[in-house]
Antibody, heavy 120, light 107 residues
């Protein structure tokens, strides 16, 4: 059974940093593109970042480039999102997501989400 | 970035209705389109990928169609558990953008 378990969310001041983790199990982690998708309170879904199975290719939405960094440790089956220079508009539930393959593909599994709140 | 739009943004329907939601991409995306269902407080669930392929375990009353820029999600006979918000997403090019969502509620 595929499981994705996020951790690391919480309250942080504007300009601060946070590191999200996603522990994956139930599939061969290194074979799949992984993504982070966020949802601000009462709003729609926003794809934030993706990383290839090897970790060699990373992708970001423009609004987070230079501030958020996606990475993965295939030996630990873990996905990360390092979040720096956080802004109020980064407040959202962050979902870890597994795609259907190691290439452009739909998301077939989601974690339960972790809430990040950026506020003073 | 490719912009996704959906129509309508929300509507009310009754159990048993046939409903169709439309998604449009700002440029051609071939069939690199997925549909998701989300209920309040829950993670989204994949319904359709490759524009028309039903995800395993999803009821056959859900169907998808379209290619290029125009896509539809149809629910042939709405059930009580289908009242939710539906999102389309393109995965043709990064960033993989979502539509703004269509909320289906009970009439």
């Amino acid at each position: 059974e595929v499981q994705l378990l996020e951790s690391g969310g919480g309250l942080v001041q504007p300009g601060g940093s946070l590191r999200l983790s996603c522990a994956a199990s139930g599939f061969t982690f290194s074979n799949y593109v992984m993504s982070w998708v966020r949802q601000a309170p009462g709003q729609g879904l926003e794809w934030v970042s993706g990383i290839s199975g090897s970790g060699g290719s990373t992708y970001y939405v423009d609004s987070v480039k230079g501030r958020l960094t996606i990475s993965r440790d295939n030996s630990k089956n873990t996905l990360y999102l390092q979040m720096n220079s956080l802004r109020a508009e980064d407040t959202a539930v962050y979902y870890c997501a597994k795609t259907r393959g190691d290439g452009p593909a739909a998301i077939n599994y989601w974690g339960q989400g972790t809430l990040v709140t950026v506020s003073s | 970035a490719i912009r996704m739009t959906q129509s309508p943004s929300s509507f009310s329907a009754s159990t048993g209705d046939r409903v169709t939601i439309t998604c449009r991409a700002s440029q051609g995306i071939s069939s690199y389109l997925a549909w998701y269902q989300q209920k309040p407080g829950k993670a989204p669930k994949l319904l359709i990928y490759a524009a028309s392929t039903l995800q395993s375990g999803v009821p056959s009353r859900f169907s998808g169609s379209g290619s290029g820029t125009d896509f539809n999600l149809t629910i042939s006979c709405l059930q009580s558990e289908d009242f939710a918000t539906y999102y389309c997403q393109q995965y043709y090019s990064y960033p993989f953008t979502f539509g703004p969502g269509t909320k289906v509620d009970i009439k």
